[in-house]
C-alpha cells in the first residue's frame, strides 16, 4: 500500500511563490506516475502538473511557464515549485500516484489514480 504525503501548502501574495512536495512511502517500485492535482471546494478535480518514470513532464496549459515538477527518486519525492502565483490557483492541491505515462496522466477521470496524498491547502491573496 503506497502512502503519499503532501506538504508545503501555505498562504502567499499573487505573485509569490511557494514549493510543494509529496513523499512516498511503502512501496518498491516507482508507479508510473506522480501527478499533482487540485481541487476547488464544489469544482471538478483537475490535474496540474505530472512527471512518469522515464522523467518526463506534462503541464495543464493554465499553468505552463509557471510551475514546474520534479522530483528526488531517492527520497521518492516529488516537487512542485509554484511561481507567479494568481488567486485562482487558490485550492487544495493533491498528490496522485497511478499506472500511467505522461502523455495521459492529465487526461483521464481522476479515479484513474490509484493513490493520493490528504492534500494541501494553497491559497494566494490579491
Known amino acids: 500500500q503506497v502512502q503519499l504525503m503532501e506538504s508545503g501548502g501555505g498562504s502567499v501574495q499573487a505573485g509569490g511563490s511557494l514549493t510543494l512536495s509529496c513523499t512516498a512511502s511503502r512501496y518498491t517500485d516507482r508507479p508510473y506516475c506522480m501527478t499533482w492535482f487540485r481541487q476547488v471546494s464544489g469544482k471538478k478535480r483537475e490535474g496540474v502538473a505530472t512527471?512518469?518514470?522515464?522523467?518526463?513532464?506534462k503541464y495543464a496549459d493554465f499553468v505552463k511557464g509557471r510551475f514546474t515538477i520534479s522530483e528526488d527518486n531517492a527520497k521518492k519525492t516529488v516537487y512542485l515549485q509554484m511561481n507567479s502565483l494568481k488567486p485562482e490557483d487558490t485550492a487544495t492541491y493533491y498528490c496522485?500516484?497511478?499506472?500511467?505515462?505522461?502523455?495521459?496522466?492529465?487526461?483521464?477521470?481522476?479515479?484513474?489514480?490509484?493513490?493520493w496524498g490528504q492534500g494541501t491547502q494553497v491559497t494566494v491573496s490579491s
Open positions: 496522485a500516484a497511478g499506472r500511467l505515462y505522461a502523455s495521459q496522466a492529465l487526461e483521464v477521470d481522476p479515479t484513474w489514480y490509484t493513490y
Open positions: 512527471i512518469d518514470s522515464d522523467g518526463i513532464t
